[in-house]
């Protein structure tokens, strides 16, 4: 049903666009034979450290938490840089793998804020690095990670464009970090904007969707400011941070 809407939506014939989505014979069929692609699923987790959020930032994550299991919902996280969005979606994101062991969650990213400093970040904060999906990953290790994510082994992944359209067994929570990135924009083949089709496969999937950004996009603005989707705004950088002067 999502890949027969992402077509009727971006004017592009079914075919092509389950082209894009569906694996070729290698990918499903093949063992995982290389070490080197291992990744990490359910058995290798270790609990999630906890973060000292402040107070502003706990009541933000908060409102995300209180979304999750109650169907479809968008929030709009809109921070300014250094507010510690990143910490107050990691918050969720550790709920969510605590409570449950087979929920799993996406977290989108655009190409160039997919950075080592990131996958620190989050090794850091949960113990385990998080299953990787974009064009620089190798065949072997995309094998790996597809299969685990149609097994329903894999309980996160953090990808750029392409990771919308993993076969995810139970996904609880998906996060569009950065979303005003116009490399959201897929111009070659099926031409669509991923933010747009994350928002409509949560709807699909009937799980909420957390926006991030600290200059939203105007869509995403918009519709916050008409209701259609929740705001969480994080006006002051975290540890009493100064805003630099203007």
């Not at 809407?5 to 389950?18: D, F």
């Not at 694996?23 to 080197?36: F, L, S, V, W």
């Not at 082994?153 to 464009?161: N, P, S």
Request: contains cysteine.
């Amino acid at each position: 049903e999502f890949a027969k809407w992402v077509a009727w939506y971006n004017c592009t014939p079914l075919g092509t666009v389950l082209k894009m989505i569906l694996p070729n014979a290698k990918i499903t069929n093949e063992p995982r034979k290389d070490t080197k692609a291992k990744i990490h699923t359910t058995a290798d987790m270790q609990a999630a450290k906890l973060a000292a959020l402040s107070d502003t930032q706990q009541k933000a994550a908060n409102r995300i938490k209180e979304t999750i299991g109650k169907g479809f919902s968008v929030t709009l996280l809109d921070g300014v840089t250094g507010s510690g969005k990143t910490e107050v979606y990691f918050d969720a994101l550790a709920d969510i793998l605590s409570t449950s062991n087979a929920s799993q969650t996406l977290v989108l990213l655009p190409e160039i804020a997919l950075s080592v400093q990131w996958l620190e970040r989050f090794k850091r904060r949960f113990g385990f690095a998080p299953a990787i999906w974009n064009s620089e990953v190798t065949p072997a290790r995309k094998r790996a990670t597809w299969q685990g994510v149609a097994r329903g082994e894999v309980r996160v992944v953090v990808g750029a464009r392409s990771a919308l359209f993993l076969p995810y067994q139970n996904l609880e929570l998906m996060v569009v970090d950065e979303e005003h990135d116009t490399s959201y924009k897929q111009e070659e083949g099926v031409i669509y904007h991923a933010r747009d089709m994350a928002v409509a496969r949560a709807r699909f999937e009937k799980i909420p969707v957390v926006l991030v950004s600290a200059t939203p996009s105007l869509e995403s603005y918009y519709n916050s400011k008409q209701g259609k989707y929740a705001e969480i705004a994080l006006l002051s950088r975290h540890a009493e941070a100064e805003m630099p002067d203007i």
